[in-house]
């Protein structure tokens, strides 16, 4: 009998080691393909780009400036004359806050300039128009530009181990300070001769006349020397040392203004005008030199193009009144574009040499 109970009591023993070993493993297995569920659908902790990864530079610039407008060679596939293509320089301040991301204001200054007599090839049916109207200007911008910058390769270490080399393209906006000049030629006749003269004051295209309603350029407003602009490009940086970069970029500034060149609208009656300096820049077809170069122009290739009918320098189209008689194409905006060699420095940046004995 006891020998029975000591049997029963090792089988009950047995039995419910069994169970609870049984129960612990299915637990377990349990736990672990919950816990095999967790590792497939964890992706690892996210990346911050840390207060210490951060860092500003600061950059000076020599930029090339040229413009796309009513003056430019042709008028299509933003053609500009190279020839034309004029020195600005520019400061800069840049604040790296991502792994692919920098916020940059900078200050430029440069020339942007355009001439009918340099540019337009009298023999081109395309051009030779423009070489007839032969209108010229000069234009000193002022901008402030704030952009966002995006590099194509990210780095989320310090700037010590920031990549060598990455493309970027940038997007932001631009305010600037714009202001058109023409050269008034020297046989001018005029007490300005030989000088350049700001076109804005005069209103060249009517808008400081006072025009009838039926005038094809009625109604219109002097333009703001205050503007704003889009720009956007593309660009690549290349680190030359632990604390400076070097840049090349290309970019353009699209405006929202026609009259970087003062050249828009229609032709107005030259009585409606204010001053003879406004009638004599606002016309400059019937001119027998070109007025910065002294070079005589082309009359040749001009009488081919247009007809002087009276025989008094006046071409038909040019300088008068007229729904057709175009001065300028005032359905797009003027453009200008900045190629950009940059030199930055990182501020504030330290590193350490290692020491030896």
Known sequence: MKFTKKILLLFFVVFLFGVTESSYAQLNRKKIRKNNKKMSSFKGKKNNFSADKKYNSIGITLNALNYFGDLSPKSGALSTDISFT?????????????????????????????????????????ARFRYVRNLQFRNRIKELTVVGVFDLFKNEASYISRVQFTPYTYIGLTVFHHNPQAYVGEDSGLPEAGTWVDLEPLGTEGQYSTL?????????????????AIPFGI???????????????????????????????????????????????????????????????????????????????????????????????????????????????????????????
């Open 86 to 126: 004029r020195p600005g320089f520019g400061i800069d301040f840049a604040h790296r806050f991502g792994p692919r991301y920098t916020l940059k204001a900078s200050f430029l200054y440069g020339t942007i300039k355009g001439d009918d007599f340099e540019s337009a090839d009298p023999t081109d049916k395309d």
């Open 212 to 228: 009838d309603a039926t005038d094809v350029n009625s109604g219109i407003k002097p333009y703001k020397q205050i503007q704003f």
């Open 235 to 357: 660009g690549g940086r290349y680190r030359l040392n632990q604390v400076f970069d070097l840049s090349v970029e290309f970019g353009i500034r699209y405006t929202f203004t026609d009259y970087l060149d003062d050249v828009s609208q229609n032709y107005v009656d030259p009585s409606k005008l204010n001053s003879d300096l406004a009638r004599y820049l606002a016309d400059r077809s019937g001119e027998a030199n070109a007025a910065v170069s002294g070079s005589p122009r082309n009359f040749e290739a001009i009488n081919a193009t247009a007809s002087d009918r009276d025989g008094d320098g006046i071409f038909d189209g040019y300088g008068t009144e007229f729904r057709d008689n175009l001065r300028g194409g005032k359905d797009d905006n003027d453009v200008y574009f900045v190629t950009t060699i940059r030199v930055a420095y990182i501020i504030g940046a330290t590193f350490t040499r290692a020491k030896f004995r």
